[in-house]
């Protein structure tokens, strides 16, 4: 695996895996300690992980942690996915940025988020399947969201929506998402 910090966002790592093709598809490794220790990040750190399956158009987050929050590998295991990190993290020196990767099941990639950032992503195929390797278990009380709608942000979903869930849909703008964790709730 090929570790790349240049992604436009402090602490975003994207993890390019170097698949074996023959006749039969591929096989390529996605998780790889050395690689993972090489860009700064504890492989033995990830507690949980979990998978997410999408139809076409569909898209979930903005979501985050509130607290410590939640540091995130994710991969697109099959299918293809638009997916979207938002630097939330008033330290940070990419704060309130964002950026967008593609993420395929037959381009083996991974993308390591850092706590403090918001994630998304929307379904670009068909059916997309979304590994999430997690750094804490999983506390529904820490939960957050910034709408992924919100046109401060003006993210531009390439599909049309065609679901969200309904914590999604009535999520705060991020304006209000940053008065609330300023005023302690997080939202």
Do not use: N
Request: net charge negative.
């Amino acid at each position: 695996m090929e570790a790349s910090a240049d992604t436009g966002i402090d602490g975003v790592v994207r993890f390019a895996a170097a698949p074996h093709t023959d006749e039969r598809g591929f096989f390529c490794r996605t998780l790889d300690a050395d690689a993972l220790r090489g860009a700064g990040i504890d492989p033995g750190a990830f507690v949980q992980d979990s998978v997410s399956r999408s139809r076409r158009g569909v898209v979930r987050g903005l979501h985050t942690r509130r607290g410590a929050g939640e540091a995130k590998l994710v991969r697109c295991s099959w299918g293809r996915v638009f997916d979207v990190v938002v630097d939330l993290r008033p330290w940070s020196p990419t704060f309130l940025s964002w950026r967008s990767f593609e993420l395929d099941g037959d381009a083996p990639a991974s993308l390591y988020i850092p706590a403090g950032c918001a994630h998304g992503f929307q379904a670009l195929s068909e059916v997309a399947d979304v590994c999430y390797r997690i750094d804490r278990p999983h506390d529904p009380a820490e939960d957050a969201v910034v709408a992924y709608d919100d046109p401060g942000l003006a993210i531009p979903w390439p599909e049309p929506v065609t679901a969200v869930s309904a914590r999604d849909r009535s999520a705060p703008s991020l304006a209000r998402y940053l008065e609330g964790t300023a005023a302690g709730e997080g939202r």
